[in-house]
């Protein structure tokens, strides 16, 4: 009856079945006074540690049964039921001991897979924000550093275009040169400086507002684009975020008119409303080369940035051909 007891871990419910058969075996040739219990204690406390909540009720069935068959030949040679009893107890004790132990490894187990899932979580959120901020300081430097040298291959190319003509033409386009860059070297040390430690000195510049949109078309007036800017409605009650992202957006638009559009006139709308921001960048080109001199069209990072700037706010962008020529960028920016 004790040899089943080997395969208790492995396959505890063959084992008490063995056992149980094992009891009734040595009942043939000994008195139930004589049997040992403690192989039937092992394997059922075995089942029960091992099962389920079922499997201990269905084990703690079996082994009060099975006393009670131990008892019941002996009934009439003077054998009482109170013979049993303490057995009964005892093995119905290694059952409930059994599901008790089971019963805390579980709630430990799931302890430890909330644990871990919390972990996972914690993991794909951090992950998740590094991907974010990658991307904003990808679009912070995508805008400055494409506007500022757009602004200035168009500058240079004017300059060298009047070099000989018209000295005082050479000279500012040489100024808007240095300003557009200077401007660029001051957005992009306080973009970069986001990659510092805290408590590192960041020269830190405002990422652009609604109020900064005529500062955009300082570029475009330079190269000879007749630039009308027209701002509708309550600026200073526009979000910093919203503003920012509208900064940015007719930023590349602007950029885009440089180099790609050759256009005479271009035209900047803003309409602030109670529930949404509402702007237009359209200009007259068709796609020629900026003044200067040919510019690569680039890879479309720029729309992409400004789709992606819109859609972060919940907004949305659109950008293309006007029905009757010139190019047009609109976004809406809800407050």
């Known amino acids: 009856a004790t040899v089943p007891l080997l395969w208790r871990r492995s396959a505890p419910q063959l084992a008490l079945v063995a056992i149980v058969a094992g009891v009734f075996a040595c009942l043939a040739t000994i008195t139930p006074y004589d049997v040992v219990v403690l192989p039937l204690l092992v394997s059922a406390y075995s089942v029960a540690v091992t099962g389920d909540r079922l499997r201990s009720a269905l084990t703690a069935v079996v082994v009060v049964a099975t006393t009670a068959g131990a008892v019941a030949p002996y009934l009439d040679e003077g054998a009482d039921w109170s013979d049993g009893l303490f057995n009964a107890v005892a093995l119905v004790l290694a059952v409930v001991t059994g599901e008790a132990v089971r019963a805390r490894r579980a709630v430990r187990l799931a302890t430890l897979a909330r644990e871990a899932e919390r972990e996972r979580n914690q993991r794909a959120e951090a992950l998740r924000m590094v991907a974010e901020e990658r991307l904003r300081i990808a679009q912070e430097v995508h805008d400055v550093v494409a506007h500022a040298m757009v602004a200035i291959n168009v500058q240079a190319g004017m300059a060298a275009h009047v070099l000989d003509r018209s000295p005082e033409r050479t000279r500012a386009a040489l100024r808007a040169i240095k300003d557009a860059s200077s401007v660029a070297l001051t957005d992009l040390a306080g973009t970069l400086g986001a990659l510092r430690d805290h408590g590192d000195a960041v020269p830190f510049r405002p990422t652009g507002s609604l109020s900064g949109l005529e500062e955009l ?20 009650l526009v979000p910093a975020a919203i503003g920012a992202a509208a900064y940015r957006i007719v930023q590349e638009a602007t950029t885009n008119i440089l180099r790609h559009a050759g256009a005479r006139r271009a035209s900047i709308t803003v309409e602030v409303t109670d529930d949404a921001v509402d702007l237009a960048v359209e ?53």
């Open 217 to 236: 078309a300082a570029p475009l007036r330079g190269a000879g684009i007749d630039v009308e800017v027209a701002v509708k409605g309550p600026e200073d």
């Open 283 to 335: 200009d007259d080109g068709a796609a020629l080369a900026p003044v200067g001199g040919p510019v690569d069209a680039g890879t479309g990072n720029g729309l992409r940035g400004m789709t992606e700037r819109a859609a972060t706010l919940g907004g949305r962008l659109d950008a293309g051909r006007r029905p009757d020529g010139g190019w047009r960028v609109h976004a809406v920016l809800p407050r």
